[in-house]
């Protein structure tokens, strides 16, 4: 951990001299993660030419102790944590233009560094860390597989459990209980569980609709390992399917396999898109997906890079993103199939393996 935390706070500095400045303010508790392992819900990392400084609370002086151990100074401050930052500050020399990650600032924050902060120039900052983020090295690959292993068995468990009868919430509850069961740390996000017409909506939250037979049921969920995340969603059929039911999955099935299939490094978010909403739209849905291919996955659920189709920026070597085509239809309901997936010169490799055929549950 330290070697890879090393070479990150380095490449980080790289970034800091080609901006220009002499720190960096990192906000992001994410970010403050992936830097220095620090797993706590409130800190302030500043991140000089030579020195990191780890400001945090006294709920973890034990906890940033164990975790960052000599990587970084560490100051537990009794007050405010932008008490400690000021203070600091007074006792670095050799700093005068201080970056600041602008996407993760709030108003309050941003008002702090002009009335307190005068004695700095403050140049804001996008995505220095975040570009580091988007490639991942070999242990982050490795806790992402395990959060999707942790998903696929904890679905396997919720669909022997899933009949006619019972409601999302119901659902839900199943679903998280089995990916508690299965080891996850935490839940990445809240669970979508829509059944029928609700699962025409693509962000549904579980409520207490009662599933029917003949009923769509969209799942959509992840696990947490270490931190990072996985994400997963498979649309079933409670009882049989119909034959309009099966001919939109395979459609959405087919989308899956062509974007998971033919996504490389170098190709841009753009044309990566186009891969499976060609496909879908070939077949007279086009209108129906109207959501981007996937998103980037580490540390956050959502996190660069993105499939869309206005983004011209390629995608990474060494890149976890989601392949999610889906066919939405308000009145009737929608199908999803979503896929973590490793992209490398090698080719695409789907770190999250539960089938993709339609299943019909009891």
């Known amino acids: ?177 089995a990916l508690r069961d299965e080891g996850s740390e935490d839940a990445p996000f809240s669970p979508i569980v829509a059944s029928g017409e609700r699962a025409a909506l693509p962000h549904a939250r579980p409520s207490q609709k009662i599933v029917r037979n003949g009923d769509f049921l969209l799942l959509d ?21 119909s034959a309009e039911q099966r001919a939109v999955y395979e459609i959405v099935k087919g989308a899956n396999a062509e974007a998971a299939g033919r996504v490389r490094p170098g190709m841009s978010g753009k044309d990566a898109d186009a891969l499976a909403r060609r496909y879908i739209e070939e077949r007279g849905y086009g209108e129906a997906f109207g959501h981007s291919l996937g998103h980037g996955l580490g540390l956050e659920v959502h996190e660069a890079p993105r499939l869309a189709r206005t983004i011209e920026a390629p ?3 060494g890149t976890v993103v989601t392949i999610e085509p889906g066919i939405y239809r308000a009145g009737w309901g929608g199908v999803r199939i979503e896929d973590d997936v490793l992209l490398s010169a090698g080719g695409a490799e789907i770190l999250t393996d539960f089938t993709r055929e339609l299943l019909e549950v009891a």
Request: proline share 1%; aromatic share 6%.
């Open 1 to 177: 951990m330290a070697d890879r935390r090393a070479t990150r706070v380095e490449g980080l500095r790289e970034a800091m001299r080609a901006g220009h400045v002499d720190a960096l303010l990192v906000l992001s508790i994410p970010n403050v993660r992936y830097l220095t392992g620090f797993s706590g819900s409130s800190a302030l990392l500043v991140v000089t030419a030579k020195e990191l400084h780890l400001i945090t609370d006294f709920r973890y002086e034990t906890q940033v102790a164990e975790e960052v151990g000599s990587l970084a100074r560490v100051m537990i401050e009794p007050s405010s944590l932008w008490s400690g930052l000021w203070a600091l500050l007074q006792t670095i020399t050799g700093i005068e233009v201080i970056g600041f990650e602008s996407a993760h600032i709030i108003h309050r924050d941003f008002q702090r560094l002009l009335t307190d902060g005068t004695r700095w120039q403050w140049r804001p900052q996008i995505g220095l860390v975040e570009a580091l983020r988007e490639i991942k090295d070999e242990a982050e690959v490795e806790l992402i597989r395990r959060a999707g292993a942790m998903a696929t068995r904890a679905l396997a468990r919720t669909l022997d459990s899933v009949h006619a009868g019972l409601n999302e919430l119901q659902i839900a509850g199943v679903l998280e209980k």
């Open 315 to 317: 995608l990474g070597d």
């Open 221 to 241: 969920f992840g696990a947490q390992c270490g931190g990072y995340c996985s994400d997963l969603t498979r649309t079933v059929v409670v009882g049989r399917a």
